[in-house]
């Protein structure tokens, strides 16, 4: 039997069940996905933007799906007393695939902000949902944005309307809990209308010791002049398998950050796809990994210059210790009448070990002729003779190390713009290298 | 304090050192002289554990100990400090940060407890009196951007920083203007006292007007082939080393 069967039989036989647990608008968009998913399959190395990161294999694992969106008994308050001190942020939870509806901390945002469950804003703002989603999530060419589509009863949504502006960010706390190996599809979809603002951080945790995937879907659209900033931090067990397909339209002169941090994960594949859609957009890029043990992280990108004068800026650094697998892949498209694109990608990367393996693929398609573009991308060691600089001065081995990969990676923390998560996210690092978070910050499974 | 015995090393497998004895006692100033190529950075980093280079065979002890048995931070802990012929530029991790860490790392060493931070950003002020290094300079990356002269100066505030025993200059004249040469100077002697000891390695006397050795020794394919008073230094400034090399019969 192949890997997709149980999946096909599993939809067809609890699709009434899927669909009387989500809403109108997503279940609209179901079937033709799933036609898809069928046609597709999920990608094996044997596909060229899947050759260091075999899905499929991930997908053998029976896990179950909570088809009837049963209650998961879980206080998330509790199991997260967190997280980033000082941040004062608007918090929501998202247990495996559904969005936490017991909000205790009633926060109080802007007029006519919309947020909460996407479930349950399909059903009362169907208009608004359905003119966005599905809309840029391409569930025709990527089989786990389509199995997602087919399978996502719920998630996370927010509406910013024109003008308004969220100060503090928001912060989106998806946790996996369950005493089964467990499977979740859920999906965000994230509406910036023109000249308004907001900041989202997503945190991606494990609770219970069994194995997990979440394949996520995430559509963002961004207004003109309007500006958004998305944080993801993923800190989860080993037995983790977590795919996340990020999806950013950007109007004219919208400006938009993307910053994804991997602390400690099992196997991971972010897609990040960002259309620059009116001229004069912006868009930031970035991300970083710190892996060990037999972690695997692959990071795949796709900015598309659709329009002229728009600007994209992409850094992405590694540093991996043991066997630990890297991959990233960097596509930047240049149309032909985007003249005036600026466009610059770095890829740095540090092995610790001969075990440890990057794999490196920036792609340039540039079809403008006036144009600013550069890629470059590095795997190397440790700088042998700042090493033993540091340690001339007294500096133990280790600690000297230490320095030295916090000094690698900081460029990518320093592009967090919100100085509390800044704070925090560089402290969280040097925890990581230091070997003091082998268990993430703030959750009960790690007290 | 520094007891060097027929000391051999190599790099790459191609020998550098080939039998090296020199004594040092606190409180004096040794300078190494000798043309270029002929060991003396490779001495200065088999003194401070670079592993880069291996020995082959004689000792070091200091203080009694067994250099050779020591790690590089180890080496530094116990007092011996480089100022690097080529210091290294390490972009991202701050000045501050890194004499932080060295300062506490040592103390532990020690037995004491980790300096408070207001103690030691006071030390950080007085120590970069000594060498007029610029404020700016303390805020940034160790050694980033920095001019070679600069990067000299660095050093040295480095060594105030650490207060080591045995101090080894490696060329800390070269790239500086005569402005820059006296600072450095008055650094380093300010830093000398009857207990401590310096290494000079220079190629040119103009420094030795300023740091005053006791002892010259001139260092000749990776053997000490001459030693003598200061006077030493002055005749090579007027000879040059062919002279040497004529009295070795080459
Ligand atoms: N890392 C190295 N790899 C190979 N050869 C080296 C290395 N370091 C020094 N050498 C060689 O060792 C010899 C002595 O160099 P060095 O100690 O730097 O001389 P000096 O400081 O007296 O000018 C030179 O021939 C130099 O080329
Ligand atoms: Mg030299």
Known sequence: MSIEQPYIDLYNKHKQAINNNSSLVL???????????????????????????DLSKAFATDYGLNINALKIPINPYEVFRCGVPGIHSHLYFIVNDQFYSNLTQKSTLPQGVLIGSLKEFA?????????????????????????????????????????????????????????????????????????????????E?????????????????????????????ENTHTKMTHISSL??????????????????????????????????????????????????IDNHTFIHHAKPNCKSRELYKYVLDDSARGAFSGKILVAKDAQKTEAFQTNKNICMTKEARMNTKPQLEIYADDVKCSHGATVGQLDENALFYLRSRGISEAEARMLLMFAFVDDVIEKINVPALKDNIRLLVEKRFRGELSKCEGCASCK | MLTIKNLHANVNGKEILKGIDLVVKPGEVHAIMGPNGSGKSTLASVLTGNPAFEITEGDISFYGKNLLDLLPEDRAREGVFLSFQYPVEIPGVSMVNFMRTAINEQRKYKGLEPMSASDFLKMMREKKEYV???????????????????????????????EPRLSILDETDSGLDIDALRIVATGVNKLKSSENSTIVITHYQRLLDYIVPDFVHVLYKGRIVKSAGKELAYELEEKGYDWIKKELGE
Do not use: W
């Open chain 1, 27 to 53: 279940n609209n968009a179901r079937d033709d996905a799933f036609a898809n998913f069928q046609r597709l399959g999920f990608p094996t190395a044997k596909e060229e933007e899947f050759l260091y990161t």
């Open chain 1, 123 to 203: 059903k009362t703002h169907s208009d608004l949902v359905a003119n966005y989603y599905a809309k840029i999530a391409d569930t025709q060419h990527d089989a786990t944005v389509a199995f997602n589509t087919a399978f996502a009863a719920d998630g996370f949504f927010l509406y910013v309307p024109k003008g308004v502006k969220i100060e503090n960010p928001i912060q989106l706390i998806k946790v996996m809990r369950a005493d089964v190996d467990l499977m979740a599809n859920s999906r965000d979809l994230i509406i910036i209308e023109e000249g308004a603002q907001a900041n989202l951080l997503v945190c």
């Open chain 1, 205 to 233: 945790h494990t609770i219970d010791k069994m194995n997990f995937l979440c394949n996520r879907v995430t559509e963002v659209f961004v207004g003109k002049n309007a500006s958004y900033e998305h944080y993801k931090l």
């Open chain 1, 247 to 296: 999806f950013v339209h950007q109007e004219t002169a919208s400006n938009v950050l993307v910053n994804e941090v991997v602390l400690h994960n099992g196997l991971t594949r972010n897609n990040v796809t960002i259309l620059l859609n009116g001229e004069h957009a912006e868009t930031t890029l970035c991300g970083m990994v710190i892996g060990d043990k037999t972690q695997h």
């Open chain 2, 132 to 162: 007029e290094l610029d404020n700016k300079l303390a805020n940034r990356s160790v050694n980033e951007g920095f001019s070679g002269g600069e990067k000299k100066r660095n050093e040295i505030f480095q060594m105030a920083m650490l």
